[in-house]
């Protein structure tokens, strides 16, 4: 396929492998259906189980009793972390749902061993928190993600 990306191709210094990246993740993500807003609302059958194998990855806000928290998160988002694992765990058995879960190691680690699912340590490379010498590189290290049991383990792809 070849895709006009006009923007990228004229003038010096053009890096063609960006472009062909672009154009590789393009055809990858052409039925892909991004959905922004609180995923109980978004996240109902008719957008996904009723029209086949569905991914869904959660990344809410994080939950803890610190104050730099709620600060972080403004006011009024507490309690999504929860209810997103709630969500997570009641769908996570589903086979036509790959569920991926953001959080902290130990934010949600009990529920969803017990429910067979599986976490990815990672440590966060960027983003202001990890700047300064504060909490926020510290919190770096603590990144899970956990995968429902019906998620595909392994590279499958070696765009990504």
């Excluded at 006009?6 to 063609?16: D, Q």
């Excluded at 996904?48 to 990855?57: D, E, N, P, Q, Y």
């Excluded at 928190?129 to 770096?140: K, P």
């Amino acid at each position: 396929i070849n895709r006009k990306l006009p923007h990228l191709s004229e003038g010096k210094g053009i890096n063609r492998k960006l472009v062909d990246y672009f154009l590789q993740l393009s055809e990858r993500l052409r039925g892909v259906r991004v959905a922004c807003g609180d995923f109980e609302r978004v996240l109902g059958p008719s957008v996904t189980t009723s029209i086949g194998l569905t991914a869904v990855f959660l990344d809410p806000p994080y939950d803890t009793d610190t104050a730099d928290c709620l600060d972080a998160y403004s006011t009024g988002m507490t309690g999504t972390a929860e209810r997103a694992r709630q969500w997570a765990v009641k769908h996570g058995a589903d086979p036509l749902m790959r569920i991926a879960l953001c959080g902290y190691m130990g934010e949600h680690d009990d529920e969803m061993i017990a429910a067979g699912w599986a976490p990815f340590n990672w440590r966060a490379r960027g983003g202001y928190g990890n700047q300064g010498d504060g909490r926020g590189r510290e919190n770096a290290k603590r990144e899970v993600i956990w995968f429902s049991p019906h998620c595909l383990s392994g590279v499958q792809s070696g765009l990504f």
